[in-house]
Nanobody
Framework: QVQLVESGGGLVQAGGSLRLSCAAS????????MGWFRQAPGKQRELVAT???????NYADSVKGRFTISRDNAKNTVYLQMNSLKSEDTAVYYC??????????WGQGTQVTVSS
């Protein structure tokens, strides 16, 4: 089992920045992939940025060049640095971890609101 706890969401003006953090606890050694998804009101949950276990990163086209995913393995923490935020980035952001043996785990979500 793994527990994921997000922090760092909030209200920011368009053009501003936020950094999200996701701390993983529990059986973190076997995590294959980690990253971030988001869900805006009335829309499906979508991928924002992810790591593979090999360190490859994957970004949604809509955030490339503005968002950066990083991690601190010693702290079992994944970060999402979000710059040049737009109103369309407003959503609940979820941390995600994947185990090949048992599937996906999700954090509780953190709200990001970008005012125009």
């Amino acid at each position: 089992q793994v527990q994921l706890v997000e922090s760092g969401g909030g209200l920011v003006q368009a053009g501003g920045s936020l950094r999200l953090s996701c701390a993983a606890s529990g059986s973190t050694v076997s995590i294959n992939r980690m990253g971030w998804f988001r869900q805006a009101p009335g829309k499906q949950r979508e991928l924002v940025a992810t790591f593979t276990s090999g360190g490859t990163t994957n970004y949604a086209d809509s955030v490339k060049g503005r968002f950066t995913i990083s991690r601190d393995n010693a702290k079992n923490t994944v970060y999402l640095q979000m710059n040049s935020l737009k109103s369309e980035d407003t959503a609940v952001y979820y941390c995600w971890a994947y185990y090949p043996s048992s599937g996906s785990y999700w954090g509780q979500g953190t709200q990001v609101t970008v005012s125009s």
